[in-house]
């Protein structure tokens, strides 16, 4: 099942920063970047972020999933609580490396 832009927009509004904030569609599904930095993962209305030792004590108590079949566990954040969201996705984009452009 395939996110809807609506939660998507929910997400975007939920978080608190004055940095830039972008999404893209991919196969139904969303990034969000920060500052062009990929943070946030959106699939089936579900929001996914990495396991990374930078947000690990702000995640302890959350749960896991894996956004779609074949991916490496993330963590799974509530976004009613948008001061925590806030929170883990300026740390992640100051520890996350801008994408590379893959070759053609």
């Known amino acids: 099942m395939a996110s809807d832009l ?44 990495k396991i990374l030792d930078c947000i690990k004590h702000l995640m302890e108590n959350a749960q896991k999933g894996f956004p779609y079949e074949g991916a490496k566990e993330h963590y799974i954040i509530d976004v009613d609580d948008g001061e925590h969201l806030s929170n883990v996705i300026n740390i992640l984009e100051k520890n996350a490396p801008i994408p590379k452009n893959k070759k053609k």
């Open 6 to 49: 609506d939660y998507v927009q929910f997400v975007v509004d939920q978080i608190k920063t004055d940095e830039t904030i972008t999404y893209k569609k991919m196969f139904g599904e969303y990034l969000i970047y920060l500052n062009s930095k990929p943070v946030v993962m959106i699939c089936d209305n579900t929001v996914f972020v």
